[in-house]
């Protein structure tokens, strides 16, 4: 099973709004409504953002928000702030029962 | 509050085994679907293993089928990651996560803060 794709990094400005794309196949993303994305700090475990393409955990800020369209899905995050510098990962269910993560991206405020 | 910790990892050298353990808090541990995800010094998180939660069904990634099985104890709260054949390849964090219900393997929340895996002579 391939790593979903996303891009290495991304940047934005404080109060900006940033959108990390990942995509897959027919296989992984474009036919799984089970697509998570996770946040992680250096030297910290990983953190949940939005399960099942757009849904938002408990205490996660609504400044992040996911979706999907065909074989690539999205995060955006509105407002950036300073602590949201992190790397970002996206990971999707796949046909053969088993979980792919994409290849992180890194996000520089 | 739900919480996870991994324990177990080490130095080990190559072709030899270790066996991880995640000590599960905070929620109905039976009622959950467990993973294991790693991720190498400086690389992506790579997902490893997943089991349903009355344990009845396991799954593998490619990378470690033959060699890694997971399991769980429900009486104990407590999830474990078998390791043989390792090679310096598997030299990772590993990160136990607490899945969604059942069969859920596909979502990891909380992470624990994992436990390091040297493979090397």
């Given at each position: 099973q391939s790593a979903l794709t996303q891009p290495a990094s991304v940047s934005g400005s404080p109060g900006q709004s940033i959108t990390i794309s990942c995509t897959g196949t027919s296989s992984d993303v474009g036919g799984s409504h089970f697509v998570s994305w996770y946040q992680q700090h250096p030297d910290k475990a990983p953190k949940l953002l939005i399960y099942d393409i757009f849904n938002r955990p408990p205490g996660?800020?609504?400044r992040f928000s996911g979706s999907k369209s065909g074989n690539t899905a999205s995060l955006t995050i509105s407002?950036?702030?300073?602590?949201?510098?992190a790397d970002y990962y996206c990971s999707s269910y796949t046909s053969t029962l088993t979980v792919v993560f994409g290849g992180g991206t890194r996000l520089t405020v | 509050e739900v919480q996870v910790v991994e324990s177990g990892g080490g130095l080990v050298q190559p072709g030899g085994s270790l066996r991880l353990s995640c000590a599960a808090s905070g929620f109905n541990f039976s009622d959950y679907a467990m993973t294991w995800v790693r991720q190498a010094p400086g690389k992506a998180l790579e997902w490893v293993s997943g089991i349903r939660a009355n344990g009845g069904s396991t799954y593998l990634a490619d990378s470690v089928k033959g060699r890694f099985t997971i399991s769980r104890d429900n009486s104990k709260n407590t999830l474990y990651l078998q390791m043989k054949s390792?090679?310096?390849?598997?030299?990772a964090i590993y990160y136990c996560a607490k899945g969604g219900p059942d069969i859920a393997i596909w979502v990891f929340d909380p992470w624990g803060p994992g436990t390091l895996v040297t493979v090397s002579s």
């Open positions: 996660v800020s609504n407002g950036l702030q300073d602590e949201d510098e | 390792l090679t310096a390849e598997d030299t």
